[in-house]
């Protein structure tokens, strides 16, 4: 059974920086491509960031642009995400997910499998 376990969220102020991890199981990602989405109270889901399968390609939204930045470490089958400069708006759910086309793109409805999310609050 596949399962992306997201960690790492909490509340920071606005200035300060969070690193979220997540951890996959059930079979190898090795060949995929790995996103990071969010989703604010009462908007879409939307792309934050994303990484191929070799982790030699990123791609970001460019509201995160030189602030967030996204690895991952295929051994371990996880991906990270290190968000700094965080601000308000980057307020959300975060999720991991899996994009089998192995590139680095957000288009969401390439990603087939998802992860429950982990809460991030910035205050103001």
């Known amino acids: 059974q596949v399962q992306l376990v997201e960690s790492g969220g909490g509340l920071v102020q606005a200035g300060g920086s969070l690193r979220l991890s997540c951890a996959a199981s059930?079979?190898?990602?090795?060949?995929?491509?790995m996103g990071w989405f969010r989703q604010a109270p009462g908007k879409e889901r939307e792309f934050v960031a994303a990484?191929?399968?070799?982790?030699?390609?990123?791609s970001y939204a460019d509201s995160v642009k030189g602030r967030f930045t996204i690895s991952r470490d295929s051994a371990k089958n996880a991906v990270y995400l290190q968000m700094n400069s965080l601000k308000p708006e980057d307020t959300a759910v975060y999720y991991c997910?899996?994009?089998?086309?192995?590139?680095?793109?957000?288009?969401?409805?390439?990603?087939?499998?998802w992860g429950q999310g982990t809460q991030v609050t910035v205050s103001s």
């Open positions: 990484i191929n399968w070799s982790g030699g390609s990123t």
């Open positions: 059930g079979r190898t990602f090795s060949s995929y491509g």
């Open positions: 997910a899996t994009n089998p086309t192995g590139w680095a793109r957000g288009l969401l409805d390439e990603y087939d499998y």
